[in-house]
């Protein structure tokens, strides 16, 4: 079955840098897209980024332009998330989601707080 | 990034049918119509209708979706309290290059 495991969140200061991965397994990773979106706490839905198949495209949210990246590795399957200069208003469940919305990983908690 | 609109809080009674609606602009909804999720408390999103009311398998046929010019809706029939979830509408805004999200509407079933 698919499935998306997102890890490497945690508490970080106000700064630092982060980087996220999604392990996902139960099709075929290099053929989909792959999206992360990001939820803060008690609040709504917020899209980070997108990676296109063979991630030659790359388009991110204005929010998190020119200090995350997203990037995969299609012989691991894996998918990531680089996040530099964090700030308080990252803090947030970060969600890992294939290309059609059709599959959700459970998510991985970033903290950004001195 | 302008997000989509969707009502804060919709009510309505057990049995009743719901409809919720999210505008957005000729960049966005307008160009491709809206993807819906559910959220129940504590829990992932999940995939409710996407590309033209596609529903993913294991999706009750209570949920359907359309989309009319700049607003895309999802309605849903026979309430029942399992409804009772929050619900996000996104779509590409093909202008800002960029997926854009609703609020939510939280809604309750009475």
């Known amino acids: 079955q698919v499935q998306l495991v997102e890890s490497g969140g945690g508490v970080v200061q106000p700064g630092r840098s982060l980087r996220l991965s999604c392990a996902a397994s139960?099709?075929?990773?290099?053929?989909?897209?792959s999206h992360w979106v990001r939820q803060a706490p008690g609040k709504g839905l917020e899209w980070v980024a997108i990676?296109?198949?063979?991630?030659?495209?790359?388009h991110y949210a204005d929010s998190v332009q020119g200090r995350f990246t997203i990037s995969r590795d299609d012989s691991k399957n894996t998918l990531y998330l680089q996040m530099n200069r964090l700030r308080a208003e990252d803090t947030a469940v970060y969600y890992c989601?294939?290309?059609?919305?059709?599959?959700w990983g459970l998510g991985t908690l970033v903290t950004v707080s001195s | 990034q302008a997000g989509l609109t969707q009502p804060p809080s919709v009510s309505k009674d057990l049995r009743q049918t719901a409809t919720l609606t999210c505008t957005g602009n000729?960049?966005?909804?307008?160009?491709?119509?809206a993807a819906w999720l559910q959220q129940h408390q504590g829990h992932p999103p999940k995939l409710l209708s996407y590309?033209?009311?596609y529903r993913p398998s294991g999706i009750s046929e209570k949920f359907s979706a359309s989309w009319s010019g700049n607003t895309a809706s999802l309605t849903i029939t026979g309430l029942q309290p399992e409804d009772e979830a929050d619900y996000y509408c996104?779509?590409?805004?093909?202008?800002?290059?960029?997926?854009?999200f609703g609020g939510g509407t939280k809604l309750t079933v009475l």
């Open positions: 139960g099709f075929l990773f290099y053929s989909y897209a």
């Open positions: 000729n960049d966005n909804v307008g160009n491709q119509g």
């Open positions: 996104t779509a590409w805004d093909s202008s800002l290059s960029a997926w854009v």
């Open positions: 989601v294939r290309e059609d919305w059709d599959y």
């Open positions: 590309r033209n009311n």
């Open positions: 990676i296109s198949t063979d991630g030659g495209k790359r």
